[in-house]
């Protein structure tokens, strides 16, 4: 507005003489696109103000109660994402959409895959999607649920949560140029394509987090040269395959095979594997290693690997005290070592402990947990408290 231009009733539009980038200061800190786009009722200057802010939410303000929800909010992003600005040369910084839980039966894959398409043509940053689980999954038509993840070369971080809803596919071609962080949560995945996001598609990736369900079991390779954290939580996995020589974080569960060339590899986290985890090519120590959920005979071939871990979290003893003793008689030096406890008779837990802490391998803070803390004081006469070994 020109200077001296007043209101009715002679009072001077103060609002509307504010600079455009303290315009777009304030809307950003609003944290809510739909908040931003009624400030238009302040003046007719900023009628078009919240169409140029680089940061897009969606949600957050339903989630802490301010409005209402339904089939309106489905429509306020849809009717957002047109009227955003036609300058392709602006991009958005950020675009988060929550949508709240009494949407979930009005959320189509063809809904959310305008809202990827407008992420792929004018984001330059980070990517937020939370989507409720619809309580009549899984449903028998998955075709019709099909959602494609299109590439998108400005996308720096991705975070999709699908609620179970689609049946999520990844396009032959395109890249991920600047991705670097990606999470999938909740949904079901062609385990050929997942390996192309895993190995091809991401030149740039850093950090991975994938926890979904694989339409049919298969094998899936993981090849980068930039990962350096990898969570795979993956349903349905035959064989896990890994060549990353910068990956520092490991955390995978429920596969049957693993086989991990990865040397620069400081953190293990493994649970429920089936089968065989070979590592040729790390080095001898660790900063962590973690085999709470394992099978006593899994943890005891990962723990022979390593001359040293930092910080040993070891299973359940009470589940096969026999084998849990076998098992540990080679531990790996120690700093720190957790031992935890699921049930509610931890009588195998002491002498379990006792000849542990026998070894000598270095520990120097001993971490206990317990789900049930009581023990029942009465034991059967093959209880692990009678046997001779517990007493050595």
């Known amino acids: 507005m020109e200077p001296g231009r007043r209101r009715r009733g002679g009072e001077r539009d103060r609002i509307s003489g504010l600079p455009d980038e303290l315009l777009h200061f304030i809307l950003r800190h609003l944290c809510s696109a739909p908040a931003a786009a009624r400030t238009s009722a302040l003046s007719h200057r900023w009628r078009r103000v919240w169409a140029h802010t680089l940061d897009l939410v969606f949600g957050d303000d339903l989630n802490r109660g301010v409005e209402g929800g339904g089939a309106s909010f489905l429509d306020a992003v849809d009717g957002a994402l047109a009227a955003y600005s036609d300058d392709r040369a602006l991009h ?36 937020f999607l939370s989507v409720p689980q619809r309580k009549s999954w899984p449903r028998d038509n998955r075709q019709n649920d099909e959602l494609e993840l299109p590439p998108c070369e400005g996308a720096t971080k991705i975070k999709l ?25 909740q949904t079901t995945m062609n385990g050929r394509e997942l390996g192309l996001i895993l190995s091809s598609h991401c030149p740039r990736l850093q950090n991975l987090t994938m926890h979904v369900t694989l339409v049919a079991a298969s094998d899936i390779s993981v090849r980068s040269a930039s990962l350096r954290c990898l969570r795979f939580h993956v349903l349905n996995t035959r064989r896990l395959d890994i060549v990353a020589p910068m990956l520092e974080i490991l955390d995978a569960s429920d596969i049957a095979d693993a086989h991990i060339a990865a040397p620069n590899l400081a953190e293990v986290v493994m649970s429920n594997i089936l089968g065989q985890v070979v590592v040729p090519d790390a080095g001898r120590h660790l900063r962590l290693l973690d085999v709470t959920r394992c099978s006593t005979m899994m943890a005891s071939s990962l723990m022979r690997r390593f001359d040293s871990v930092i910080n040993l979290r070891l299973p359940n003893p009470n589940d096969d005290y026999k084998t849990f003793l076998d098992c540990t008689k ?40 317990f789900l049930y803390p009581s023990m029942n004081p009465y034991c059967s006469l093959d209880c692990p408290c009678r046997l001779p070994e517990s007493h050595h």
């Open 92 to 127: 958005v910084e950020s675009l988060k959409i929550t949508v709240p839980c009494i949407c979930g039966e009005n959320v189509t894959a063809s809904r959310v895959a305008s809202w990827l398409r407008f992420a792929t043509q004018r984001l330059a940053g980070a990517f």
């Open 161 to 185: 949560q699908l609620g179970s809803l689609f049946f999520l596919r990844i396009p032959p071609a395109g890249m991920f140029g600047a991705l670097a962080d990606l999470e999938i949560n």
């Open 330 to 369: 080679i531990l790996p030096m120690c700093e720190i070592l957790s031992v935890s406890s699921s049930v509610v008779l931890n009588h195998a837990f002491e002498p379990s402990l006792l000849n542990v802490l026998r070894r000598e391998n270095g520990i120097r803070k001993l971490i206990l947990f």
